[in-house]
Structures are given as structure tokens and as C-alpha cells.
């Protein structure tokens, strides 16, 4: 396992990185925005899970391989930036939709949210690099299994971050319930919250390009 200095060291610096909002929060923001807090904080499940799968890549040497290969980098990189722009347009297409009873999540729509979620989590390409530069850091080598060390150490990652996640969710989406008074003032949020995401897709396809 991972020595309990190690761990504590992780945690720290887990938590000072996550506190500087990046995509992540941005794109729970556009979500709350868009759906009120239940659909940012399932988002925010969802997109967990899908790093869970990069952390798991990551701690198996598949991580590896798509950080340092061009082709695999590029085309997880504009597969979720893609995903992003289309979530945003379906947010502005959908921005006169009614909400539900108190921003309640319809039947059938939470499992749904959480798999866009994943699916964002999973292409985001930077989290990649981020897992590969920063996880092996951490892993007492002489300690034991170092899969299970990188393992354990991306778990607690995304703790801490569903945690900040979710802050900034219920943030957004209490900031939301004032624009519900006006059904003009919901599209203009949804609206926004669409654009916001097709802005993080788009910046996502135009950065972290490979050296």
C-alpha cells in the first residue's frame, strides 16, 4: 500500500490543484447552468467515473501509451471536445424545454447524465497526462504492488475532486433557482451553460496539442 507520508503529500497537493477551477469545474458549471443542481451533481459523479477508467488505464501502462502517442492523444482529445460542443448544442436547443418540478431530474435521466459525465471524464486527454506525470511521483516503488499504489492514489484524487465538484454544482445551480422566477431568464441560463461548454470543447481541441 501506500506509505501513509506519501499519502498525505498526495492529498495536499491534490487538494491545491484541484481548488484552481479547470475543465472539470467549467463543464459541471455549464451542466448546473443548464440543468440546476441535481444535473451538475450527477455530472460531477459521472465524469468521476470516467477518470476512474484513465486511472485505471494509467496504473495498468495503458495511460502511458496515449499520453506518448500522437495519434491516440489526438483522437481521444477531439473525440471529448466534440462530445462537449454537441452537449452545449443540445443545451441551447433545448434551452425553451420546461423544467421539471423544482429542477427534479426526470425518470430515466439521471443514469443518463451520469454517462455523459463518464464519457467526458474518460476523453478528457489532459487528466491522462495529468495521472501519468503526477501518480508515479507518489508510488514507494520498494512498497509493494505499484498498480495498486497508482491505483489508490487516483481514487483519492477523484474523492477530493467529486468533493470541489460538487461545491461548485450546487453553487451554480442555487444561482440558477433565482433565474427560474423568469422563464425568459431560464433559456437565457441554459443558453449559457450551452455556450459554455461549446467554448471548453473548443478550447479543448485547440490546446494540449503534443509537442
Known amino acids: 500500500m501506500v ?23 467549467l463543464f459541471v458549471i455549464g451542466r448546473a447552468l443548464a440543468l440546476g443542481w441535481k444535473g451538475g451533481v450527477l ?16 496504473a495498468l501502462g495503458v495511460g502511458v501509451l496515449v499520453a506518448q502517442s500522437l495519434l491516440l ?12 460542443v454537441y452537449l452545449g448544442v443540445q443545451a441551447i436547443r433545448h434551452r425553451h424545454s420546461p423544467a421539471g418540478p423544482r429542477g427534479r431530474v426526470t425518470d430515466g435521466r439521471p443514469w443518463r447524465l451520469v454517462g455523459e459525465g463518464a464519457v467526458v471524464g474518460a476523453t478528457n486527454p489532459k487528466s491522462v497526462v495529468f495521472f501519468v506525470a503526477v501518480l508515479p511521483q507518489f508510488v514507494d516503488y520498494p512498497a509493494g504492488s505499484i498498480p495498486l499504489q ?24 442555487t444561482a440558477r433557482q ?3 422566477r423568469s422563464p425568459r431568464r431560464v433559456s437565457t441560463v441554459k443558453a449559457t451553460g450551452g ?15 503534443k509537442n
Open 73 to 84: 492523444f489526438s483522437a481521444v482529445k477531439f473525440a471529448g471536445a466534440a462530445y462537449l
Open 3 to 25: 506509505p501513509a507520508s506519501n499519502l498525505l503529500a498526495f492529498s495536499l497537493a491534490s487538494v491545491v490543484l484541484i481548488a484552481v477551477p479547470g475543465p472539470s469545474v
Open 150 to 173: 497508482m491505483g489508490v492514489l487516483g481514487t483519492v484524487f477523484l474523492l477530493i475532486a467529486v468533493v470541489s465538484d460538487s461545491l461548485w454544482a450546487l453553487a451554480a445551480g
Open 178 to 180: 433565482w433565474f427560474a
Open 43 to 58: 455530472t460531477v459523479l459521472g465524469n468521476a467515473c470516467g477518470q476512474l477508467l484513465q486511472v485505471v488505464a494509467v
Open 195 to 209: 455556450v459554455l461548454m461549446i467554448g471548453l470543447g473548443g478550447t479543448l481541441a485547440l490546446t494540449g496539442s
